[in-house]
């Protein structure tokens, strides 16, 4: 099991916002990344530092963290953001990833 | 723009070894430093290694000691990653990414996982 917990699955209708948490003593006191992996392609960095988007990300991605959990926010959820999405921190000179969260939008 | 293309799928038999590349376009290879993650099947994402600008060495994952070596050909821009000991477990899509310090002009302490190269199928299968 992975040090950073995440649900398997969440799912919401079209146009209603997305939450996603991560979990894990491991983020007390360090920054969260979030992925977007689409079926078939490789993860793209939708937020760093907790809160930054890399430059053209939507800013229906947002993020919040506070003590060992995070969120990843998704507002105005589309069909086209059903993916994986996975968070990730590094601990030490280790990056340590989330089991991965499978975003349904139906 | 930094492009990461990796090489194509490998079908190994268990105890083998594997070499997975990673060329680099668009910046050279000496200006990045390149870590390498794998994705078993229907799973999450697993960090293996890489160059640490702050130490200058590479660090590699508990789980991989010994079994793996990550190494960079700056005369062609590419990276490479063998894993050796080969198993039915390391079925898995590897990954080589880039790990950056800035967003164009926004740099900060903090480095993160900004350009991933498509991903190699490396099948261990007898």
């Known amino acids: 099991s992975s040090d950073l917990a995440q649900p398997l699955s969440v799912s919401v209708s079209p146009g209603q916002t997305a939450h996603i948490p991560c979990s894990g003593e491991k983020l007390r006191n360090k920054y969260v990344y979030w992925f977007q992996q689409r079926p078939g392609q490789a993860p793209v960095l939708l937020i760093y530092e907790d809160t930054k988007r890399p430059s053209g990300i939507l800013d229906r991605f947002s993020a919040s963290h506070s003590g060992i959990t995070a969120t990843l926010t998704i507002s105005g959820a589309q069909p086209i953001d059903e993916a994986d999405y996975h968070c990730q921190a590094w601990d030490g000179r280790a990056a340590l990833f989330g089991g991965g969260t499978k975003l349904t939008v139906l | 723009q930094v492009q990461l293309v990796q090489s194509g799928a490998e079908v190994k038999g268990p105890g083998a070894s594997v070499r997975v590349s990673c060329e680099v376009s668009?910046?050279?290879?000496?200006?990045?430093?390149i870590h390498w993650v794998r994705q078993a099947p229907g799973k999450g994402l697993e960090w293996m290694g890489g160059?640490?600008?702050?130490?200058?060495?590479?660090a590699y994952a508990q789980n991989f000691q010994g079994r793996i070596t990550t190494t960079e050909d700056t005369s062609t821009d590419t990276a490479y990653m063998e894993l050796r000991g080969l198993r039915s477990e390391d079925t898995a899509v590897y990954y080589c990414a880039r790990l950056a310090y800035c967003d164009g002009n926004l740099c900060s302490s903090f480095p993160r996982f900004d350009y991933w190269g498509q991903g190699t199928l490396v099948t261990v299968s007898s």
């Open positions: 668009g910046y050279t290879l000496s200006e990045l430093s």
């Open positions: 160059f640490v600008p702050e130490d200058g060495e590479t």
